[in-house]
């Protein structure tokens, strides 16, 4: 059974930085990419950032480019998110998620709260 465990989420300054952290426990047979999402109050989820196997291909929705990074340790089955530059609007539920195939996993979410 897949399972994916997000940390690294708190409380955070306009301006300041975090950075969030997601562990893949079970048996994955295949390649996967892995990515972020997340989810504000009353708004629906959304994109953040994805990497693939290989680690040289990353997509950021246009709102966290230039801001955020994703990277990925294959090795420790891991996958983060560095929030530098942090807003108010990036308040959120951040959810880890990986795709292999037609599957997708979930995290539970951490959240991100960033204050004025």
């Known amino acids: 059974q897949v399972q994916l465990m997000e940390s690294g989420g708190g409380l955070v300054q306009a301006g300041g930085s975090l950075t969030l952290s997601c562990v893949v426990s079970?048996?994955?047979?295949?390649?996967?990419?892995m990515g972020w999402f997340r989810q504000a109050p009353g708004k629906e989820r959304e994109f953040v950032a994805v990497?693939?196997?290989?680690?040289?291909?990353?997509y950021y929705a246009d709102d966290v480019k230039g801001r955020f990074t994703i990277s990925r340790d294959n090795a420790k089955n891991s996958v983060y998110l560095q929030m530098n530059s942090v807003e108010p609007e990036d308040t959120a539920v951040y959810y880890c998620h990986l795709g292999v195939g037609s599957d997708s996993y979930w995290g539970q979410g951490t959240q991100v709260t960033v204050s004025p």
């Open positions: 079970g048996r994955i047979s295949e390649n996967y990419d």
């Open positions: 990497v693939g196997w290989t680690r040289d291909s990353t």
